[in-house]
């Protein structure tokens, strides 16, 4: 079996170390966590399982690579972390391992990410013999395998848009949704999420993935954004209070231009509460959120996918889908050669070996 490290126990590691347990060709060896009150609890308990794997988590990075797992996990932020993102995956490569992460934006289309991260990982590719797939949380596959697959049903396409649709009131990562995407904050407060060119920057990749397996050239990616503010105050199960006048919902695009038109699109409709901005597009059964591919051509295909985890969770399921595909992966990656792949290289297979098989 393969021996597998989930590193980070949040949100994304929580259904990592589920994941793991799941896939019969894997085997968890190790959890590694950053707050000190984790230390020394079973992995099982961290990832809810509601039953003990036998598997203590620790703080000792060294220690962990220095038993050369064939496989991490990396499943902590790198939304506010990015270059120390970097600096643990490169560690973990060079001890040797296949890495899956959804940190790492600009490696989603390896091919055109900035050599000041491309490189690095190459050398530690190099130097461990290992690999390094990288795959959106948002979901990932959202955004590129779903999409690629359901073209391939039409005779013709015009365009391909890909929604995420999201309710953050369920969502429990406080930084993020504040400060990064800036719900709750006044209406002239920039939030880095948003800030021209960044959405490109995290999302650009994946229309740039579209296009290639599509064999389309992009005149360029341009990007759209809406804002709306709370009309009153609400609160949150897990995240307290938001203000009536601070932001409460925001709806962006990043568009690939090609010939001209916008033919590839990701579109993100995020609110604090499903009171704000309901004229924009909700989930059909009036969850928390959806995953919806549109293909406008003929004929025109919709696929909406509506995912949940932990009790009935959209959050939670959409996180599990993704990490689902990553830890998916691992097996692949294993018997592939050492490198730096996509989503173009990585197969979506079906789950060999699950069936029947089910968590507490």
């Not at 000792?60 to 991490?72: E, Q, R, S, T």
């Not at 949380?137 to 015009?158: A, F, K, M, R």
């Amino acid at each position: 079996m393969i021996s597998t490290v989930v590193w980070g126990t949040g949100n994304v590691g929580r259904a990592a170390i589920r994941a793991v347990d799941a896939n019969p060709a894997l085997r968890l060896t190790g959890v590694l966590v950053h707050d000190p009150a984790k230390i020394g609890r079973d992995a099982g308990r961290l990832g809810g399982l509601g039953h003990d794997l036998g598997v203590p988590a620790t703080d000792d990075v060294g220690g962990v690579l220095d038993a050369h797992p064939d496989a991490v996990v990396y499943a902590a932020s790198g939304d506010i972390r990015p270059d120390d993102a970097l600096t643990d995956i490169l560690r973990a490569l060079r001890a040797g391992a296949v890495v899956v992460t959804p940190a790492l934006y600009a490696l989603y289309d390896p091919r055109n990410a900035p050599p000041e991260v491309r490189d690095p990982v190459l050398a530690a590719i190099a130097e461990g013999g290992g690999s390094l797939f990288v795959s959106g949380i948002d979901p990932g596959w959202g955004n590129d395998v779903l999409p690629l697959l359901i073209s391939g049903l039409g005779s013709t396409v015009e365009t391909i848009r890909c929604q995420e649709i999201f309710d953050y009131s369920t969502y429990d990562q406080p930084d993020s949704v504040r400060y990064l995407v800036g719900m709750g904050q006044p209406m002239d407060y920039q939030p880095p999420m948003l800030a021209p060119s960044v959405p490109t920057m995290v999302w650009g990749g994946q229309i740039r993935l579209m296009a290639r397996a599509l064999g389309a050239e992009l005149d360029e990616i341009r990007e759209t954004l809406d804002r709306r503010a709370l009309d009153a105050t609400v609160t949150t199960t897990s995240m307290g209070e938001f203000a009536a006048g601070t932001q409460g919902a925001v709806r962006f695009e990043v568009q690939g231009i090609v010939d001209g038109q916008p033919r590839l699109i990701i579109e993100h409709i995020t609110r604090i509460h499903p009171s704000c901005a309901p004229d924009w597009p909700t989930p059909a059964d009036g969850g928390a959120g959806a995953h919806r591919v549109v293909i406008e051509g003929h004929p025109r295909i919709e696929v909406t996918v509506e995912a949940t985890d932990e009790d009935g969770n959209r959050s939670a399921g959409g996180n599990a889908t993704a990490v689902g595909r990553l830890v998916g992966a691992i097996d692949w990656l294993i018997g592939a050669r050492p490198g730096l792949y996509d989503a173009l290289d990585v197969p979506l297979r079906p789950a060999v070996g699950k069936l029947g098989r089910k968590h507490p």
